[in-house]
């Protein structure tokens, strides 16, 4: 069974930092494009951070530029992210998603593309409240 798990469901005040975790099983991550997706209250979902396993390419949305971070572990065909500064509107579920048909010739714009996306977690809740 193809499936991705995140973790790292927590409660963390303004300005604090969280490390989320996206487990693959069933296949590997390497060879894949993998999205870090947040769905605020009220919000559609949104992909703000991309790494492509096959030419490390590494994308972020203007807003969490300099404050994440996306790195991949291939030993344990796990993807993590690194959120320094978080903000209040930055609470809501956060999803890892694979998109399989990445590849090096892959124009760069691909990577927001939601319908890319065919592997999905269940998503973990993140909470920025003081």
């Known amino acids: 069974q193809l499936q991705l798990v995140e973790s790292g469901v927590g409660l963390v005040q303004p300005g604090g930092s969280l490390i989320l975790s996206c487990a693959a099983s069933g296949f590997t991550l390497d060879g894949s494009g993998i999205g870090w997706f947040l769905q605020a209250p009220w919000k559609a979902r949104e992909v703000f951070s991309f790494?492509?396993?096959?030419?490390?390419?590494?994308f972020y949305t203007d807003s969490v530029k300099v404050r994440f971070t996306i790195s991949i572990d291939n030993s344990q065909n796990k993807v993590y992210l690194q959120m320094n500064s978080l903000k209040p509107e930055e609470t809501g579920v956060y999803y890892c998603a694979a998109d399989s048909r990445w590849r090096v010739t892959t124009i760069e714009p691909m990577w927001m593309k939601e319908w890319r996306y065919d592997y999905w977690g269940q998503g973990t809740q993140v909470t920025v409240s003081a």
């Open positions: 790494f492509s396993t096959l030419d490390v390419r590494i």
